[in-house]
């Protein structure tokens, strides 16, 4: 049984009270805006994360936590069935995970698992303000990754932090995982589970926090979500003679419109999954690039179509891309031209969907932490996008969902997050973990050894 200095039992959650736990972390303020601030700061794309990574490293130390390097080697990931065909070489990239233990222990713990990536901003001179130079205005902290999601990670410290100061530390463990790539493939997640599994060491958490920006809503089912890409060769002509040519531009809308006809049927009332119901249209077939031809007056010689594609939990992304390559083959046979080539490739996303036990022991308890913050019940919802969230679920079956804060303009211009917002979800968090991992006094036991990972 975990002990104290005295050698009784360790205090529990009810050692503390709701309100203590609320000014803690509204005291944690000035900590959440000038974290999140500095961490915005830096750009994190995709494959150029390291800089976030060292910045994580060092705010986990801050916090007396060691933290542990997981580095990237998709090599070894190509046969797990969650591995994304890659999109950037894995370049010696690397995980960051931080592991508090107790000194006692006894208590049950948890995984906050949150990305270090962010996505493009597009022309900078159409943010209001540059989108690295974290901006707070009317309660709200603006530039790309704010809400997505570098302030759930923000919320997870803050919420440790705040326990910290009142003189408890939690009693089971507590991680946070700064992962690679989330916004491309999840092969950073996949990356961490593998090692630690290889290890029997991620078996001990007992639950996974994804504190992705989802309003302070629970998460209970996620989409699977896939890219292709469509190379089309064409004939190219002098635009004087156009006629000539073979144009694979026409083909490729050709093509955008078969699929968009697909996405139509696939969102209709009976074919929704049952937690998408409500959802008028969870499918979505996005053209996210589009290029074709290098000069003005010629008929392109090439097209090349980038598409995010998704499914609904029931589908394997294997069989959604087998309908969604007999759609496009069906469009081109409508061409009947056949000086018109293409081939599909498939890079990034091979996420296939999940729905989340939201009545689990773990998952209850955060929505019991989540009303008692907010004197409401938690809202379930059903995301039409994909998360890390999936790898937990269907590789290990750890109770997981994901929770945080809200945000604004997500992927866009102007991406911003509430503060009022973080202070809530880091608060849940806090009361989450004194009651799923209970909590100990400080100091315990005999001596008191730093918050070093043992990982």
Request: charged letters at 20%.
């Amino acid at each position: 049984m975990p002990c104290t200095q005295s050698g009784l039992p360790v205090p529990a959650a009810s050692s503390i009270t709701a309100e203590q736990i609320s000014t803690a972390v509204k005291a944690t303020i000035p900590y959440m805006t000038d974290t999140l601030s500095r961490f915005v700061s830096i750009p994190s794309f995709s494959g150029e994360e390291m800089s976030a990574a060292e910045f994580f490293e060092k705010t986990l130390r801050e916090l007396d936590i060691e933290p542990k390097r997981i580095v990237l080697r998709s090599d070894q990931l190509r046969d797990n069935p969650l591995f994304s065909p890659p999109c950037c070489p894995d370049g010696g990239r690397y995980n960051v995970l931080g592991t508090y233990h107790p000194i006692c222990g006894g208590g049950r713990s948890v995984l906050f698992n949150g990305h270090l990536d962010v996505v493009p901003t597009g022309p900078r001179e159409l943010w209001r303000t540059p989108p690295f130079d974290a901006t707070l205005r009317d309660g709200w902290l603006t530039g790309r990754g704010a809400g997505d999601m570098k302030a759930g990670l923000v919320c997870a410290l803050a919420a440790f932090r705040a326990l910290r100061d009142t003189g408890f530390r939690p009693a089971g463990a507590v991680g946070f995982n700064g992962v690679l790539e989330e916004e491309s493939t999840g092969n950073g997640t996949l990356a961490t589970i593998t090692s630690l599994a290889a290890k029997a060491k991620l078996a001990a958490f007992d639950a996974v926090v994804i504190p992705e920006p989802t309003g302070e809503a629970l998460v209970d089912a996620q989409l699977g979500v896939f890219w292709m890409y469509v190379d089309i060769a064409g004939k190219p002509a002098h635009a004087a003679y156009m006629t000539d040519g073979v144009s694979p531009l026409d083909a490729a809308l050709h093509i955008i419109d078969a699929l968009k006809a697909l996405e139509h049927d696939w969102n209709a009332p009976e074919r929704r999954h049952p937690r998408y119901r409500e959802h008028m249209h969870p499918i979505n077939f996005n053209v996210g690039q589009l290029h074709a031809g290098d000069w003005n007056s010629s008929v392109p010689s090439t097209c090349t179509v980038g598409l995010r594609l998704s499914c609904y939990p029931d589908m394997s992304i294997d069989a959604a891309k087998r309908a969604v390559e007999q759609c496009v083959r069906a469009a081109l046979s409508s061409l009947h031209d056949n000086e018109i080539r293409v081939s599909l490739r498939y890079e990034g996303f091979h996420a296939p969907g999940c729905e989340y036990d939201l009545d689990s022991p773990a998952m209850q308890h955060l929505a019991n932490a989540h009303a008692a913050v907010k004197g409401e019940p938690a809202v379930r919802t059903a995301l039409t996008a994909t998360t890390d969230g999936r790898h937990f679920r269907k590789l290990l079956d750890t109770p997981v969902t994901c929770y945080g804060p809200r945000a604004k303009n997500i992927h866009g211009f102007d991406e911003c997050v509430s503060i009022d917002s973080m202070v809530s979800v880091a608060t849940v968090f806090a009361q989450f973990i004194a009651d799923w991992c209970g909590l100990e006094r400080q100091p315990v036991c005999s001596a008191t050894p730093p918050l070093t990972s043992r990982l």
